[in-house]
């Protein structure tokens, strides 16, 4: 290397502080949408009805719980890069991108609200993929593919039974 070269400043991981920063930043933004993401599947859990009430039900608990896991994975990263994870409900809102679901207690209307929040979702999961991939930072960018992986399974079903015919 040459001497009049800097050498960029990087973490206890290896990684370049300016970045890890970002993608700290970024994570944080996808923590605030999960939070919400979340508070949405309860609400839709709690306030269906109809003739599908059991299914839905059953698996809109399903997603919460892996919403919930999802949440803590994510705040466990932005501490594992150095930073530190938003924890208000002032923070998640300020930093929400997702429809807010409020009394909805129909079945299309709630998977409606999970397909276009689950989109949403991709959306900033894929930027902070494409970010950390820059930097090889493989702890990040696996917990994201992982998300998107299953986040476009969820996705996928969710579109085949909005098309069931009744």
């Known amino acids: 290397m040459k001497t009049d070269q800097k050498q960029q400043a990087t973490n206890i991981l290896g990684l370049p502080v300016k970045e890890t920063e970002l993608i700290s930043a970024e994570l944080n933004i996808l923590l605030s ?3 919400v993401y979340y508070q949405n599947l309860r609400g839709i859990h709690w306030n269906i009805r109809g003739k599908r009430f059991f299914d839905l ?4 608990e399903e997603l919460y719980n892996d919403a919930q896991l999802k949440i803590d994975m994510i705040a466990e990263r932005v501490l594992t890069l150095g930073g530190r994870p938003l924890h208000t409900f002032e923070d998640y809102i300020k930093n929400n991108r997702l429809q807010v679901g409020k009394d909805i207690s129909k079945d299309t209307e709630a998977v409606h609200l ?15 993929l494409d970010e950390s991939a820059k930097i090889n930072d493989e702890g990040t960018n696996s917990m994201m593919s992982d998300f ?3 986040q476009e399974k969820t996705m996928w079903m969710m579109k085949a039974w909005s098309e069931e015919e009744i």
């Open 33 to 35: 949408n999960f939070q």
């Open 57 to 60: 039900h059953v698996k809109f």
């Open 148 to 150: 998107i992986k299953e």
């Open 114 to 128: 999970i397909m276009t929040s689950i989109a949403d979702l991709l959306q900033i999961e894929r930027v902070i």
